[in-house]
């Protein structure tokens, strides 16, 4: 009798310890964003599922159903738009074109600019050059003596405009000539910069390295070494750099099992984060509170016009100081990524901006005065890498260029000059100038009756398509020919100096707006009312599916079959360019 109450005892507990399993991990699903973003392991085996396909070219220009003299009227502007950038550019194109095969990143951008159905036609015939050499103010030059407005902030790096950073450039190699690449013992301005770094960031020291991933992968390890603790939280969409650590979806291939990917803005993170002993930290990229949940836009995933983008300050200042609370209360470290926003948003970065003080801060970009930089600031005692009862246990960290002296000479230069007058006053102006210029350049599109919005937090911008079509990705050309210069990731992100002035920006508001009249004008954004954003994406959907199984084709909804594509699934392209470009990588989340 006494054996069997034994048994049920057993089988009580395990089915409690069970049910207890279910519900805390439901309670972690529940706590993950609803698309596929936030669910990495997920997105990671869709991605790979992906057949490559590719319209053909008698159908290239009118996949979304546009009759024929709108998809004459593409094809001409097609040409007209190549054969324009091709006789503007012929020394930067035949520079960079050789590169394509050689250099890795270039191959890779120049394939990831357009949705990969359109990308083979267009990267065959339609080249931008990636070759630069010279700059001046906002402008940068090609081989051809072609000055273009500057939209792309080279990754973010760019908050004062080029000749801040070659003024800052120019002083370091003066402060640290002498001693030259002595790596090691330190030249003695790094002191000055360690004592500007602790003022901004309000915390107690600093370490430097040499890029931003490697500040943030070197504050997550201190997080994990101090808190005993597995596990770092990072907010649905957010970038972080290259890490695998910190990319556990697509873009990397290693299963990473020490990462909660969550919702941002929401309770229910709020409550893993109060409930979880494994959690040691919480990465936050405040550049997130300009499109929560999501990446940051690119034109390589523009198939339809549902881009968003909302930035709703007071909403994120009262979702940081939640999360604050709830590190403090259980024991998480708090990092603030700032590689992207330190010393932009503000001169104490996010942490200024939004008025939250985090427990470890990296930068990186800007910092470095124009050389590459990477700087972890923390608390003493985040920041120590070694236990002094326990002597063996460390928690390594060292780089060969950390420190090196011409970064530290154009570090001091930069942190000198950002805390003069000059330069705080223009922190003081930045957010109201920047949501000036661009409620101006939106009064300039509605009243020209363009399906374009431009959305912005601070001097952070990205464009928003308000009609229908499956080709705004075009957009990108027509702004490069206007005379502007983007990053490969388009209309997805335009990042500004803060030395614009108001004359530049007024040019740069022409230029936007003459070249979506052009691209209006020349058909790109023909409507209609069956093409519908859901008509794109069942269509988008519906030529996957047909490439991947091509015995279903015939059954599959086609919203936009009369005029739709034959689509075509690529496995064996004949040239050797078409085979790079053919490749069935799947487009990843990018930097800056
Ligand atoms: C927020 C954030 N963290 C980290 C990184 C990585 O920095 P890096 O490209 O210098 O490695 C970036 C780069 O864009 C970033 O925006």
């Not at 409930?275 to 919480?282: F, K, N």
């Not at 330190?342 to 104490?348: A, C, E, I, K, N």
């Not at 985090?358 to 972890?376: E, I």
Request: hydrophobic content about 40%; glycine content about 6%; aromatic content about 10%.
């Amino acid at each position: 009798m006494s054996q069997s109450y034994l048994v049920y005892f057993i089988l009580v507990c395990i089915a409690l310890y069970l049910v207890k399993r279910v519900v805390v991990r439901l309670r972690l699903s529940k706590a993950k964003h609803p698309s596929l973003r936030g669910h990495s392991k997920w997105s990671r085996r869709i991605a790979g599922q992906i057949p490559f396909f590719a319209y053909q070219e008698s159908e290239y220009f009118s996949t979304d159903g546009a009759p024929e003299h709108i998809v004459e009227s593409r094809s001409v502007a097609f040409d007209t738009l190549k054969k324009q950038i091709q006789d503007s550019s012929p020394k930067t194109l035949a520079h960079s074109e050789p590169l394509e095969n050689s250099i890795s990143d270039v191959r890779f951008t120049s394939n990831y600019r357009i949705p990969f159905p359109y990308r083979n036609q267009l990267s065959k015939e339609f080249k931008l050059g990636s070759i630069a050499d010279q700059t001046q103010g906002s402008k940068i030059k090609d081989l051809d003596g072609n000055w273009r407005y500057d939209l792309s902030g080279s990754y973010g790096v760019n908050v004062f405009g080029y000749d801040f950073y070659k003024d800052c450039m120019a002083e370091g190699m003066k402060i640290a000539g002498n001693l030259g690449p002595v790596l090691g013992a330190y030249h003695p301005v790094i002191a000055e910069n360690v004592e500007m770094i602790k003022q901004v960031s309000g915390l107690d020291e600093v370490s430097f390295h040499m890029s931003g991933t490697e500040a943030v992968m070197q504050a997550v390890r201190l997080a994990r070494y101090h808190t005993g603790k597995t596990h770092l939280v990072r907010l649905c969409g957010a970038y972080h750099g290259w890490w695998d650590g910190v990319q556990p979806g697509i873009g990397n291939n290693r299963k990473t099992n020490d990462v909660y990917t969550l919702s941002d803005l929401s309770d229910n993170t709020l409550g893993i984060l109060d409930s979880r002993d494994d959690i040691a930290c919480v990465l936050i990229n405040p550049l997130q509170a300009f499109h929560p949940n999501s990446d940051s836009a690119s034109d390589v995933s523009l198939i339809a016009s549902d881009r968003a983008a909302n930035f709703d300050k007071q909403a994120y200042i009262l979702w940081l100081e939640k999360i604050r609370a709830v590190c403090t209360k259980r024991n998480i470290v708090l990092i603030f990524d700032e590689v992207f926003t330190g010393f932009r948003l503000s001169y104490r970065g996010a942490q200024g901006f939004f008025g939250i003080q985090a427990d470890l801060v990296t930068y990186g970009k800007t910092l470095g005065g124009g050389y590459p930089v990477g700087v972890v600031a923390g608390t003493h005692k985040l920041m120590k890498r070694y236990k002094d009862n326990k002597p063996v246990d460390v928690s390594f960290a060292r780089g060969t260029f950390n420190s090196h002296p011409y970064v530290m000479g154009a570090m001091n230069a930069f942190l000198t000059r950002v805390n003069k007058p000059e330069i705080q006053a223009i922190y003081q102006s930045s957010e109201d100038v920047w949501n000036n210029r661009v409620s101006l350049l939106n009064q300039r599109l509605d009243a020209a009756k363009l399906p374009l919005k431009i959305v912005n937090m601070h001097s952070i911008l990205s464009v928003i398509y308000t009609r229908p079509s499956r080709y705004n990705w075009m957009f990108q050309f027509y702004l490069r020919n206007a005379g502007l210069e983007l990053s490969w990731t388009g209309t997805g992100r335009f990042i500004m100096n803060l030395s614009y002035t108001d004359e530049e920006f007024a040019e740069v508001i022409d230029r936007i707006v003459t070249a979506a009249q052009q691209m209006e004008k020349d058909g790109w954004w023909w409507s209609s009312p069956t093409l519908t954003n859901k008509a794109i994406k069942q269509q988008f959907l519906s030529d996957m599916l047909s490439a991947k199984f091509p015995l279903l084709a015939p059954f599959l909804s086609k919203p936009l079959s009369k005029h739709s594509a034959h689509v075509t699934a690529t496995s064996a392209p004949i040239s050797s360019s078409e085979q790079l470009n053919a490749a069935p990588e799947n487009p990843i989340q990018k930097a800056g």
